[in-house]
């Protein structure tokens, strides 16, 4: 499916030109002749990005901007604003409403497609990390904060470049003046915020640079901004191709470098909220909270593909249920702390008794999952024997209720048999555990080779 653009200019000529040449690149085209109408027209068609006229009579494109960045549902959709003016004060105010480029009329095609296709990309980054964020959590994000200062490498031909560059950064950014490419790739690496960078100087191959900062991944999402020759459109293109993050005209405009800088950082702060969020909540997914064993969804799954390898290639793998004995006591006489506290500790020994390839898992309240693969019965039942020894060797040390407690566990181990499902599996290393606790608890029982 191809992009859809939005087009807005209160003049039809110059909508009907864009609309041309985006259709031309089969870019699928939506119109609106108004501030009003762009904001109507953007949440009901959810364009991929926004081409905004700045003098429309009425409500003018950075009215329109402001309000399109300060509604949840059209925040995240890319605006280039489009200005007949080549006024400096324009663009950092655009820039300041939150409008992501700024072309001026009349507008260059090689430019253009440029700048569309690299916040298209942008884009379906963040749609892609914000779909899966949703999927997980089935809500709306709120907006990176601004905070702190931010180191910004400045790397340009020569030292006296540098520095007269980094003496252009706003005041919360921290500049380094860098004239060495190599200096330049490592000191992202060790973690810089951003990287400002001159390429117009030909001594100094920054784009070499900004692909290898673009390849590695310690620097993959670093936000670039470029510094290219205003009348050098070919260089501004390749840049934006090889994926830099904005791209600002010589000579550079302090107030319009502001405005780009906190643009980039803002949105490199909101992809990593994203990110963390995403890894934590995939984690979540099957990981027991209390005890960092995987939790029962996940040990089911891990059953399933054990059963599918045995079915398919005869890989055998053997099933360990344990439990603990006598655990509501635990928690009736001290508490669910110290209950947790039990949990945890139980977990800690079992780990040191079991095979790095072992997959152990809290199956229940006080119920364990491990899966061997590999093993068959007797080996299952030697580990799930170093683990019981192991549990019932000394007593725990309940720190929230100031006591020593023995703990004492039970287990029941089956193998997998020819045509087992999961379940007969489990209720086979069930029906095990169950003899180990009616013959008298902390004991270690191995199920029958036949169907239970
Ligand atoms: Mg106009």
Redesign the pocket.
Known sequence: MSARILVV???ET?RRLLEARLSAEYFDVVQASSGPECLEKAAETVPDLILL?????GMD?FETCKRLKADPATRHIPVVMV??LDQREDRVKGLEAGADEFLTKPVNDVALFARVRSLLRLKEVLDELRLRQESAFGSEDGEADLDGSATVIVAAGDEQAAERLAAKLPREFAGRPMADPAGVVKAARAGAELVLIDISNAKFDALRVCARLRADTATRNTPIICVVEGDTPQEMVRALDLGVSDVVNRPVDPGELAARLRTQLKRKRYAEQLRDRLEESLEMAVIDPLTGLYNRRYMASRLRQAVDAWEASAERVSVILFDIDHFKRINDSWGHQAGDEVLRAVTARMGKQLRALDIAGRYGGEEFMVLLSGAAGREASEAAERVRAAIAREPFVMVSAGVTVEVTISAGVAEILHGDTPERLIARADAALYQAKAAGRNQVVVAQKKAA
């Open positions: 200019d209160d003049i110059n006229d700045v003098m429309m009579p494109g200005t007949a």
